[in-house]
Nanobody, 126 residues
Framework: QAQLIESGGGVVQAGGSLRLSCTAS????????MGWFRQAPGKEREFVAA????????YYADSVKVRFTISKDNAKSTIYLSMNDLKPEETAVYSC???????????????????WGQGTQVTVSS
């Protein structure tokens, strides 16, 4: 499997913006898609966004699809998550993941993951 290294987390005020990056290195030839999920203390993991390995298809959670943009630099094997108008309730550890399946269930996109990085903390202050 590839290694996934995230960067770009931090502290931002409500309404602010951050951009997360995730670079995949090593065995990337069989990757299907990459994505981001987040998990706040005491809460379940939540799908945020995903992008196909070739970059042609993107998927978003309803809660973020107007404010977040996922993109990919194929030459660098790097994905980005640009987050705008952040809300305090979006404070969480954001993790980059190798996605093995993306599907639509109960009116929203969901993903299953093969593996993921260590995560980066995003804190949105009110």
């Amino acid at each position: 499997q590839a290694q996934l290294i995230e960067s770009g987390g931090g502290v931002v005020q409500a309404g602010g913006s951050l951009r997360l990056s995730c670079t995949a290195s090593g065995r990337t030839s069989n990757m299907y898609a990459m994505g981001w999920f987040r998990q706040a203390p005491g809460k379940e993991r939540e799908f945020v966004a995903a992008i196909s390995w070739g970059g042609g298809n993107t998927y978003y959670a309803d809660s973020v699809k107007v404010r977040f943009t996922i993109s990919k630099d194929n030459a660098k094997s790097t994905i980005y998550l640009s987050m705008n108008d952040l809300k305090p309730e979006e404070t969480a550890v954001y993790s980059c993941a190798a996605v093995k399946e993306i599907y639509f269930k109960s009116r929203e996109w969901r993903a299953d993951y093969d593996y993921w990085g260590q995560g980066t903390q995003v804190t949105v202050s009110s």
